[in-house]
């Protein structure tokens, strides 16, 4: 989405408003997003701040989702806020090498296509449930428990904590180095030479 700025060019606190309707096709990329099922609505106003232009807005678009319990679709709309400064010239740093994610302006034209693709990307929730109390699948056969009892023998409770002690398994070896730290401080060594008389 290219935005003409030459309306405020060189006129420090000049802005203007557009809103225009973008395909959102990019969204599909997006193992979360089955379906796009709509143009993405953005709402932009880009401000000119002296030493660089200033683009907010508000951007929404419907999708697809899957609840990540029962997989079963279900629709939503994707709703963010944006905001970003598009530089006047490209800045460097002390090497002269051009600093890594800016935007700059070219020209009379500043491109926000990459800014509403990222707001958007990240909008995505990770996990959607389509209720809070959707019971997900059967984890032995997969039918989907909200249309009723499949029959199988109730969820073995070394499944359902295979996750949890996989976890305990880790945590000594992540506390590994904080023991080693305490046996370093001097209240420990006192403590050990008392009890086993190693140290004088
Ligand atoms: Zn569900
Ligand atoms: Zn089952």
Redesign the pocket.
Known sequence: MRLNISGIQGRKGAFFRVERELPGDFLKTLPEISRVLGPISAELKVTNTGDAYLVTGSLSVEVELR?S????PLQTRLEATCEQEFLKEPEFDEEEELLEEQHVVEGNELDATSLIRETLLISVPMKV???PD?P?LCPSCGASL?EGDCGCPSPDVDIRLAPLSKLLELSPQAATPERRKDHGSTKEETFQGKGQQKES
Request: proline residues 0%.
């Open positions: 609840c319990r029962c997989l079963e449930v389509c209720s959707c997900g909200a």
